[in-house]
């Protein structure tokens, strides 16, 4: 199920691309699996069809998907990519800014590390 | 004979309206109150039970005006003023509505802004697909053929003096030749087709038009089985109108067939659809107690996800950002249209012809009776 928040300040576009991107992280899509076409996820979320092609073309660009004019979009066979030198530090801005935002907001910064191991057990297991 | 008929059919309506806006507040989805956004649990609160107090006793101080309304209206203009009554009524509850929505106003919020999707699954709306929608159509055309080839030969008090108009049907609801049904069966027929037309449209619209869920999990299947549920309700909403179309088309050529008892048959369809979409819930206003927990304690409404602004009145949805045709009503049960799409003007523009179709035709016979 995508989830998207047209309150938040992240773009739409983005939401989508995140949300389709941990669909596909967590397996549940196999390589040849059709996703729904950009009319029909845009119909099914009220927005823009440019906002999902969009978010479609930033996963084809990924190495996910495989765009085809007229037969939607299809799942890609994808190898674990090597990280490269600044995969990490394109992973922590917006992490550091996250756990900020879980700090300021109460929560411990061991609840915060034991979700984000769990988070990412779960979808490396679900795989 | 027929008025005792017809007293006891408005009078049914009547009750059935009363009934209905009586429990309307309880049919929709939790956080909207009176076609209001308001927050999870407002309802439950003493400002949501005293504003529905109130316009329960405002409903029915209105409702027993209307019925005076109507009775004078009876004795003034004779028992043509008979069909007013539901009108009247429905008038008097809709003002007890509105001023009811005038007081939640100051307790609305903004709905939530998140939206969810499906990415697997198709889900078949129409029931028996196509070829079921197309079944009414079949017999209303096997009909009129029959009459077009046979109605010739009918005779007796149902032709007309010359004898050759085929399309000549003055009979009422009893069976008997009278001037209250007096209109050509042309005009019943193109009435008929006109409303399977409008029909079909919104079982269409159903698969095609309306908003999507924008949910997912239990929400989304509560509220595509409401979905499923109503097009199956449409379906065979259009076979009753159509049998019951034939059956009544067929009188002056089968004189023995009985038409008394159809007007109940409709009276009870409409109780037991309305009976069937209350139990089911619209939008999850009927929601297992776990998740209805769930949402009280949710601290953005979900509302029909739409802002409140859109609704005129309440009642009328009107937004030009919203590609959908059709919505989900915000007081009552079904579906509305959003009147700032042109197909939502075709729609209507149908079913007032349908409507219209037999009256103006009957208007017609009656102005060439005297001349005019």
New interface residues.
Partial sequence: ????????RVPVYEQIANG?RT?LVSG??SPGAK??TVRT?A????VHHNTVAEAYRQLASEGWLELKRHHGALVRERDRPQAGPDAMERFSRPLRELVAKGLAEGLSPGSLAREMIETAQKLEGER | MIHLIIAVTIGGIAMLNAAVFWFMPCLTRRDLYFAVTVPPGFRDQSQGISILRRYRMELILLSVLALVAFVTGIAWFGVGFVSVGPLVQVAASFIAFYRARLRVLPYAVQPTMIREAELHGHNRIIPGGWMAALGPFILLIACAAYLWFHGRETSGPFTSANGHEWARGPWGAAGQPDALGGYALTAYLISTAGILVAFTLILYGLAHWVRPVYAGGPERARELKFRRTVSAILLAAEYYITIQASWIVLVPRRGDLATAGLLALAFVFALVTIVVLARLGQGGSRMPAGDRARVASSAVPVGDRTPDRYWKLGIFYFNPDDSAVLVEKRFGLGYSLNFARPTAWIILLLILMAALIPILAHLTRFLHKFGV
Avoid: Q
């Fill in positions: 199920m995508l989830r998207i928040d047209l309150a938040s389709l669909e549940k899509f996703l729904p996820l119909i099914n979320l009220g």
